[in-house]
């Protein structure tokens, strides 16, 4: 089949490496305009258009899909299809049926869980044992077009965001390939979607990763994860900046810190929550590179002038 890849970010290049070395001809590839990166905010292609500059792809940026032009470009590209993985950007109505068999989407979770921009944080942050992905045809909802295929995939323990969507990066490939072809064969029956199990997966903003120390460590170490590597979990010192935290470790046997409450030792820092402590694992300080706890906690000689609180209150400085 004639494809048009659409996708921007690190986890879809394997999508778009797998059908380039598919029998399928990808004819062109779609994905958002450079857009500043770093700490000098330099233009940078993303993750996308540098494997499709590569493979000698031509690559289209409009920054909308509605500017003028853009319609008719699609339409002159002839394609049977155009798979779609995170995108960044919502397709038109009137684009819908450009494709002769659609957008065909891949989504990280099994719909209809976890509906939206963040499903693997979120599944994450709830606790989900089993998550998976899911291709589907793009309708005029959010992530509620027809079934095409579904794979599952098991939550580790110590999974953070990043890890699980690496792996459902490379599984939701494999997935995306065998549902083309499967379409090119003709003997693929789109699935609506059930109507019971719908939740949805609203965006994780820097607010959200303000850790709540006020909740069990369980639950904190959810969340942690949740926001590893983005937009990253964070608390706030006595002195009003920020901390960036990596995972934690709960330690449910830890009962005599208060919600909070930070007590550093020679090998561990430990923080009390609402049920048990956690062990910090790596810090950022606003400013500097991650560091381990231990590390940071000493030269921060913490604790030598009283007991040290980390509240989730309105950081200052330039990493607020």
Do not use: I
Not at 21 to 38: M, N
Not at 52 to 62: H, K, N, S
Not at 92 to 106: C, I, Q, S, T
Not at 135 to 159: A, I, K, N, Q, S
Request: aromatic share 4%; hydrophobic share 45%.
């Amino acid at each position: 089949m004639r494809l048009l890849f659409a996708g921007t970010p690190e986890p879809a290049v394997p999508s778009l490496r797998a059908l380039l070395a598919s029998h399928h001809e990808v004819v062109a590839v779609l994905t958002r305009p450079d857009a500043p990166a770093g700490r000098g905010r330099t233009l940078r292609p993303s993750p996308v258009r540098e494997v499709a500059d590569e493979a000698g792809v031509p690559v289209l940026t409009p920054r909308r899909l509605r500017d003028p032009g853009v319609a008719e470009e699609l339409a002159a590209l002839a394609v049977d299809a155009a798979p779609v993985v995170a995108y960044g950007a919502l397709v038109p109505p009137d684009l819908l049926d450009v494709p002769r068999y659609g957008w065909v989407n891949l989504h990280f979770s099994v719909l209809p869980a976890w509906r939206g921009a963040a499903p693997v944080q979120r599944a994450v942050l709830a606790g989900d044992e089993v998550t998976g992905a899911t291709t589907f045809r793009l309708d005029e909802g959010l992530d509620t077009g027809p079934v095409l295929g579904t794979l599952t995939e098991t939550v580790r323990p110590r999974d953070t965001s990043g890890d699980l969507l690496e792996r459902l990066a490379v599984a939701g490939a494999d997935l995306l390939v065998r549902t083309l072809d499967a379409l090119e064969a003709g003997v693929l029956v789109p699935q609506p979607q059930p109507g019971e199990g719908v939740s949805h997966a609203p965006k994780l903003e820097v607010a959200d990763a303000a850790v709540r120390w006020d909740r069990p460590a369980l639950a904190v170490d959810r969340q942690v994860r949740a926001c590893t590597p983005a937009p990253g979990a964070w608390t706030v010192l006595p002195d009003g900046t920020r901390l960036r935290l990596g995972p934690v470790r709960p330690r449910p046997e830890v009962t005599d810190l208060a919600p909070g409450e930070l007590r550093s030792g020679r090998r561990e820092v430990l923080v009390g929550t609402a049920a048990g402590a956690v062990e910090l694992g790596t810090v950022a300080p606003a400013g500097r590179r991650p560091m381990a706890a231990a590390d940071w906690a000493r030269g921060a000689r913490l604790g030598a002038d009283g007991p040290v609180r980390l509240g989730a209150g309105t950081a200052v400085g330039a990493d607020a």
